[in-house]
Each structure stands twice: as C-alpha cells, then as structure tokens.
Nanobody, 113 residues
C-alpha cells in the first residue's frame, strides 16, 4: 500500500506563501496522477489541484493563478506552491494518489494576521 506524508503547512499572513510537499513510499509513483485536496470546517473536501503522470495540471477556480502543482518523479514527491494566500484558503490539505486510491494524513494551513 502506498504511504503518503504531507508537510509544509503552518501559519501564514494574508498575501504570504507556503509550499506543501507530499512524499510517496513507492517507486511506481511516476505512473499515477496526484492531487491536492482541502477541507475546511463545515465544508466538503474539494480538489484544489491535480497533475497527471504526463504533467498535465488542473486547478480549482479558487486556486487558479495563485497555486502551482508540480511533481518530482525522481523523489516520489508532489508539491503545491501556494502564493497570495487568503483567509479563505485556511483548511487541512490532503495529498492523494490516483484520485483517492490512498490519502495522506493532512497538513494544516492557516492564513491569518
């Protein structure tokens, strides 16, 4: 079973930046699509960004223009660069492989002054 470990969350001021990382345990990482999801209190978990094995990316409207998803297959790692952060971005962010095949434990992102 694939193990996923997220890191990089924390407290940041509005307008600031964070880079989230998700490390996968298996060498076959490169053949799967990867995604970042988030869930805020009282809200459904939503897909923020995804990247296919071929490098094609997609973003939620709320993230487009501010967030960038990327992957380093040699390191079995996917990243989410988050710029121009807003309080509305506050949530637990989860990494997923193959559209829900496995999930990480989540990392908290809090955007507040």
């Amino acid at each position: 079973q694939v193990q996923l470990v997220e890191s990089g969350g924390g407290l940041v001021q509005p307008g600031g930046s964070l880079r989230l990382s998700c490390a996968a345990s298996r060498s076959a990482f490169n053949i799967y699509a990867m995604g970042w999801y988030r869930q805020a209190p009282g809200k459904q978990r939503e897909l923020v960004a995804s990247i296919t094995s071929g490098g094609t990316t997609n973003y939620a409207d709320s993230a487009k223009g501010r967030f960038t998803i990327s992957r380093d297959n040699a390191k079995n790692t996917v990243y989410l660069q988050m710029n121009s952060l807003k309080p509305e971005d506050t949530a637990v962010y989860f990494c997923s492989i193959n559209f829900g095949r496995s999930w990480g434990q989540g990392t908290q992102v809090t955007v507040s002054s």
